[in-house]
């Protein structure tokens, strides 16, 4: 029998209904083994870069352009996604994905590789909003140069940090977990964020630069 509180996390999930672009990206990245932010995440995402205007965004895990096309839903028409992925073959179905919703290659810019590689590489201050979704234990990291990228308002959004229920979970110590639960204190101690915790998806942790 389903809970009150599962029956209102369903239905805050399903209030937000993918189209017919965002279901095939959505079945590629499962048979790739690429699992896509859930439809709650995504439209928060839209919500976030709608929010903040957002012209530069920094993606870390390009899947197979799930979470891509919601940020590029919310951002300016003439903003550019540079999202970071180590798998090629996931960035290529990314970009079908781009293309069959209707945004050009110049909206997009896509890298392969390492994203503690990558990211350095990128402008101080440079970006509206950075969003991560790949290598759990890499989270403190992602965080670390998300708020050097970060102009001050600029947002930083974490997807999974609820990790299948396991965070909220003491009795839970495996590797990712605890990373999880780490970055939710490196957060929470930063004085130069401001930040929520949403149970939308699998859990999505989005905080305001408010100073460098």
Request: charged share 25%; hydrophobic share 45%.
């Amino acid at each position: 029998m389903t809970s009150p509180v599962e029956a209102t996390l369903a239905y805050a999930e399903q209030f937000h209904q993918e189209d017919e672009i965002l279901h095939a990206a959505r079945q590629r990245g499962l048979e790739m083994g690429a699992t896509p932010i859930l439809p709650g995440g995504g439209a928060a995402l839209c919500f976030l870069a709608t929010a903040v205007n957002a012209k530069s965004v920094v993606e870390v895990g390009t899947g197979c352009g799930v979470s891509g096309l919601w940020l590029l839903r919310g951002m300016r028409s003439d903003g550019t996604l540079t999202s970071v992925d180590v798998e090629p073959e996931h960035q290529r179905l990314a970009r079908q994905a781009f293309a069959e919703a209707g945004f050009s290659g110049g909206r997009v810019r896509l890298i392969a590789g390492r994203a503690l590689d990558v990211l350095p590489r990128l402008s101080d201050g440079g970006y509206d909003l950075v969003f991560a979704d790949a290598a759990k234990q890499e989270y403190a990291d992602y965080l670390a140069e998300s708020v050097r990228l970060l102009r001050v308002g600029g947002v930083v959004a974490f997807d999974n940090v609820l990790w299948h229920n396991r965070v909220a979970d003491p009795a839970q110590r495996d590797p990712d977990t605890v990373s999880l639960r780490e970055l939710g204190k490196l957060v929470q101690g930063d004085d130069r964020l401001r930040s929520v915790l949403m149970p939308l998806g699998d859990g999505l942790l989005a905080a305001v630069k408010v100073a460098d």
